[in-house]
Structures are given as C-alpha cells and as structure tokens.
C-alpha cells in the first residue's frame, strides 16, 4: 500500500519561504507522477504542481509559477516543494498526491481524481 508522509508546513511572514516534503513508501512503481494541491478554508482543492517520477519534466500552476519549484529525490522517494516569496492567499492545506501511470501534465490538467494522498500539512502566511 502507497503512503505519503508529508512534512515542513508551518507559520511564515509574507515574502518569507518554506520546503514542503513529502516522502513515498510501500510502493515499486516506475511509471507515476507526484505533485501538491492545496485547499484554502472555504475554498475547493486545487493544483499547485506535479512532476513526472521518470524525466523529472514538471508542470506548475500559474499562480505559483516564479515562485514555487517542485523537485524529487529519487533516492528518497520523496518530492520536495520549494515555496518562495509567500504570500497570504498561499495559506491553505497542502497535500501530497501520487498518481500512477501518467504524467505531470496528465496529472494536473486531466485527473479529475488522484490514486493517492498525503495527510495534508498545514502552511499559514501571516501579513
């Protein structure tokens, strides 16, 4: 069984930074992409970014883009999310989600559901 282990979420002042990590166990598959959403209280979960396990090609939403940079370690199974220049609409639950047989952009743009998820890690950008 798949399991996602998120980490690094907590309390920042706007303009400051944050790592998000998650870590995949349980699992040999080769072929996946992993990524983050997030939900605002009040609001729907929505894309933040994804990166495709094999090549490392990665798809971000546009929101984020500039900001925020998705990575992985294949050796740690664990894909990291480097969070920049914050803001307080960035203030949400971030969960992690990996997705099999497909891609970064598979998984952004057409996976109306994900196969699996993290615990979610609370980030809060303070004004």
């Known amino acids: 069984q798949v399991q996602l282990t998120e980490s690094g979420g907590g309390l920042v002042q706007a303009g400051g930074s944050l790592t998000l990590s998650c870590a995949a166990s349980?699992?040999?598959?080769?072929?996946?992409?992993m990524g983050w959403f997030r939900q605002a209280p009040g609001k729907e979960r929505e894309f933040v970014a994804a990166?495709?396990?094999?090549?490392?090609?990665?798809y971000s939403a546009d929101p984020v883009l500039g900001r925020f940079t998705i990575g992985r370690d294949k050796t740690a199974n664990t894909v990291y999310l480097q969070m920049n220049s914050l803001k307080p609409e960035d203030t949400a639950i971030y969960y992690c989600?990996?997705?099999?047989?497909?891609?970064?952009?598979?998984?952004?743009?057409?996976?109306?559901?994900?196969?699996?998820w993290g615990q979610g890690t609370q980030v809060t950008v303070s004004s």
């Open positions: 989600a990996l997705d099999r047989f497909t891609s970064a952009q598979v998984m952004a743009v057409l996976r109306a559901t994900h196969d699996y």
């Open positions: 349980g699992h040999t598959l080769s072929n996946y992409a």
């Open positions: 990166i495709t396990w094999s090549d490392g090609r990665t």
